[in-house]
């Protein structure tokens, strides 16, 4: 980031395409002092969609009984500073048998800044509204 920020708000839709055995997507995020390399331990969980197992084949993701939609609005992110990188992650726990068709879609994302830095810029607001009425 250029600046820090203190939360996010999130949204997408968890879709089932595949159906075999039951599965769990877990979703988290994790904060990184570089964006080098893909981080593979240390998740923040933000929660999980459970899909219940079934007759192994494929299923319509776009079909409402297929999908869960998730929304999460100023969710706190700790330690997360200036130039730090914000991993979003989705994992499946690997199971043995058929695997699970699961994707994410409609993936929605923004940071919140600080608090001082919502500050910072309503004073630069009333201070330019100031001088706009002095004329």
């Known amino acids: 980031t250029g600046s820090s920020s203190s939360a996010i708000n999130l949204s997408f839709v968890g879709e ?5 055995t039951a599965k769990t997507m877990n979703f988290g995020y994790l904060v990184t002092s570089t964006a080098a390399s893909i981080p593979t331990n240390g998740v923040t969980s933000l929660g999980a ?4 197992g079934g007759s192994a084949g494929p ?5 409402a009984a297929n999908q869960t939609n998730i929304n999460l609005n100023a969710v706190s992110i700790s330690n ?3 130039n730090q990188a914000l991993w979003l992650t989705w994992q ?7 695997s699970q068709g699961i ?3 409609n993936l929605s994302f923004s940071a919140v800044p600080e ?3 919502l500050a910072m810029v309503g004073l630069g607001v009333l201070g330019m509204l100031s001088l ?4």
Request: proline share 3%.
């Open 80 to 82: 997360w500073g200036n």
């Open 115 to 117: 608090p001082s830095t």
């Open 16 to 20: 089932l395409w595949r159906q075999a």
């Open 49 to 52: 969609i459970s899909f219940a």
């Open 103 to 105: 994707a994410i879609d």
């Open 59 to 63: 299923v319509d993701g776009t079909l």
């Open 92 to 98: 499946t726990a690997t199971a043995a048998g058929s």
């Open 132 to 135: 706009r009425r002095r004329r």
